[in-house]
């Protein structure tokens, strides 16, 4: 007998079988009755009879689609880092419109009363006065910004956009159980859920129908560009992240692509007299929105938190100046503290004259002496929970707690009292989770909603879908995503078939093409530039290490003399350490393996690789899909720790092509303007870098030791198809010095490399509009008097001399190159900048 009962007219999915809820919460896919809810009916219709295998392979589509997209979510202390998938669950969770409708509404209001609140709290205080809140409770907790009393942002509205947390308690009511109201995390998420999962179901969603969320980011993007304080001017509004190591950081990224923001760190502004600048490639240029990722303390290092590294010094000040618009306002962060529910109904009944459509889960705030008792009297039915946010102290459920235990906690509260509040034990919904490669593969987990408002010039207006939080294992309490939590699309039926809607602005106007380049952040261009470096670097060092792990795989004495040429090689360029005084040669595999996978020696291949993902990490938003799936994989074939030399060569044969791979993406895969200038630059001068000190090694060695480099050098240079091509003959100095110095058709060339650099530097001159040009031609006039016809004739040691006296120069001149770059470029210190003339 099937425990779930269907409609005389619909089939029971062979998936739904056996599903079995826990009795004494309320379930999402069932009601009372054990019947399918009406509005779930569409999804298993389409779902018809789809077997096991079938839903298992979508799901691993599903995974594969997060992975492919680089979805991540940062859980700390988990082993894989800022590389941890974000996870979804393949089944949606459904609602009625009718009962969305409500929640939409309820989430509105909530969201205005809050608005008003802070308005209040950092104006008149009239809550205060009135008796409607505690000053203790506002004063007395770091969420009040002292600093930002008096402060009325531009426009006068604090919230721009808001997220609340709800649950469903066994009767079917919805509750909030948390508010977030300084730097909301989770609608990029809902929105990544919503592109993966309407792909797997794609028949399903548009039965439903499903509402579309495109509306909602489209409203919160324009309503943050119309209350830009930018008068005239064409408003630039940025997207302000803490950086890559934030847990949500790829979300930052993926909705500063979506609402068409720059993706900018605190180290990219600067504020001059009360006005924010974006240090661009171009100058400075003014920032008139900040839509911020950052926490209120973090914001202004110089007003609200000195130890801060992350935010921007003088900030608060352009905000008291009316000159920029940050969202949401600094200092909303006071909202999100828990004792504050206790108070709000009768805030609301002040405010907005009406009641508040949906209460907060019973909250009693122990800083006041006869809630205190009552928490203490009735620990087993309350959840004991930090009165504010950021204090790292997980919630105590009372039941739990025995003994000793229990004693401890209530002195604690005691001791603290304003510090904690006391909830209600709300017994979670929960809803379907399709579990992959399990013989029960359903299974019911607790579920709680987030929801987001965005502002707009009529209230707020709420997003038709949310971020569905899941617990982690079955029978679990808390939801947490930092521990192992995973997600759900959520589908809002809809009246009637959604549009598409694009989230770019409906039409461009002229300023628009023309300031389209200038908004590049000057980290942006500094790390395109280290990111050609470090890409060349990488593959040079992996060419130098699999030549020498090939030979000393050969193992004959034509071998160990060519080994002996390497190593020298990969000392000369860093790749190797330094021979100490009267230090024997190394022998062995030893160094060479540590040169490949030790990630803390500076030079080895681990090392460069792992510099090469961190200026790609800083660049997200600026790379293709394709081109990060490439970036991202980089590291993985170092990750298993070749221990021979077959499996390192089998290792850096993947690197070398990847390597490969990521030219070919410098040249083809990026516009080129001003961001692809530096980084080909970076290539260029690091590539003419590492030829100029490779060729140095064979021309200072003595002539015999000389002629038995040549090889190799053809080789580490990817120049041997092209010599043997051309000469049909075994290496020799003359046409190998040709080959790879003068010969301007040689893209391994010095030649190359300078004749590049004298087109790419003026390029970077003339997108910027701030640089004159690095000087290259003291090199190029170096090559210019080489003089070959010595090397035609044995004895050529003091010509060799000579050309490696000038390689040095060349190498000089380079690095004077890229000094200025990074002078001229990426610093906005006053006066240190000067306009190019072309004429």
Sequence with gaps: ????????????????????????????????QNRIGKHWQPFFRQLG?????????????????????????????????????????????????????????????????????LADLYGPQSLLTEGLLPPALVFGQPGFKWPCQGVTPPGGRYLHFYAVDLARSPDGHWWVIADRTQAPSGAGYALQNRMVISRAFPSAFHSLPARNLADFFRDLQGHLSEHAPSGPDTPLCVLLTPGRYNETYFEHVFLARHLGFPLVEGQDLTVRNDT?????LQGLRQIHVIFRRLDDGFCDPLELRADSVLGVPGLLGAVRAGKVLVANALGSGLMESAAMFGFLPGIAERL??????????????????????????????????????????????????KGRNREALIEQIRAQPHAYVAQEWV????????????????AAR??????????????????????????SRDGAEVISMQRGGLSKDTWVEARRPARRVPLTKPRLSIDDLLTSERDTPSRVGENLFWMGRHSERSEMTSRILRAAFTRLATNDEESEEALTGLRAAGRRLGILPPLAPKAKPEVGASGLLEALINRDQPGSLAYCLQAL????????????????????????PLQSRPSTPDKAIGALNQVILDCISLGGFAMDDITRDADWCFLIAGRRLERLINLCSL??????????????????????????ITYRTRYRRAPELLPVLHLLITDRSNTHAVAFQIVQLQRDLPEIANATRQLLPPDIELAAQSLQQLDLRPFAEPGADQACEQLATTLGEIIRVCYNVAEQIQRQSFSHTAGQRTRWNPA
């Design 613 to 636: 993902a961190l200026n790609a990490s800083q660049l997200r938003d600026r790379l293709s899909t394709d081109n990060w799936h490439l970036l991202s994989r980089l590291e993985l």
């Design 276 to 280: 924010v600048y974006l240090k661009t």
């Design 49 to 117: 009879q789809t077997t096991t295998d079938t839903l298992d392979q979508k799901a691993q589509s599903v995974a594969a689609a997060i992975a492919a997209d680089g979805v991540t979510y940062n859980v700390y202390d988990d082993p894989r880092g800022i590389a941890r998938p974000w996870e979804v669950d393949l089944l949606p969770l459904v609602l009625q419109a009718t009962e969305w409708d409500q929640l939409a509404a309820a989430v509105a209001q909530r969201a205005t009363l809050l608005d008003k609140v």
């Design 695 to 720: 060729l140095q090694v064979p021309l200072q060695a003595k002539e015999q030791q000389r002629d038995t480099m040549l090889e190799w050098l053809l080789e580490v240079t990817n120049s041997s």
């Design 446 to 471: 607790s579920i709680g909603l987030r929801l987001f408002a965005a502002a707009t010039a009529d209230g707020y207006t709420v997003m038709p879908g949310a971020l569905t939080r899941v617990a």
């Design 352 to 401: 907005l004259g009406e009641p508040l459509t949906m209460p907060s889960v019973a909250t009693w705030w122990c800083g006041e002496p006869p809630a205190l008792e009552w928490v203490v009297e009735h620990l087993d039915e309350l959840v004991i929970k930090p009165s504010y946010p950021g204090t790292g102290t997980e919630p105590v459920f009372g039941h739990q707690l």
């Design 1 to 32: 007998m099937n425990f779930v009962t269907v409609p005389s007219d619909f089939k029971l999915p062979s998936i739904l079988e056996n599903y079995r809820p826990v009795s004494g919460r309320f379930d999402e896919l069932l009601n009372d």
């Design 427 to 442: 017994r979670l919904s929960q809803a379907p989770v399709w579990r992959r490669d399990s013989q029960q593969p359903l």
